[in-house]
């Protein structure tokens, strides 16, 4: 599974869904039909706006192949250009 930059904006999760689903090489009618939910659904994520429904965007992103972790808030300032944490704000074990 291909490693991605973190979800930390309604932006950011509509450019993953909508890139990750161009990948697998599906319609938004399948993959609301793959995950199981509404095709509204995708379609208003893709279209980046912000919908209270959490979850259909967790099993939307599994039904793509992706793993989504919920991750400790982090300063706004920690993220660079393409989404990806910045260097200095990694933490190494």
Known sequence: MEQRPFIHSVARLARVMKEARAEAGITQEQLAAKANIPLD????????????????????????GLNPRAVPA???DAFAADGTLRPEYVQHA
């Open 41 to 64: 659904y995708i379609v208003d994520v893709e279209a980046g706006r912000p919908r209270a429904e959490v979850g259909r965007a967790v099993i939307a992103l599994k039904a793509l």
């Open 74 to 76: 982090t300063h706004p």
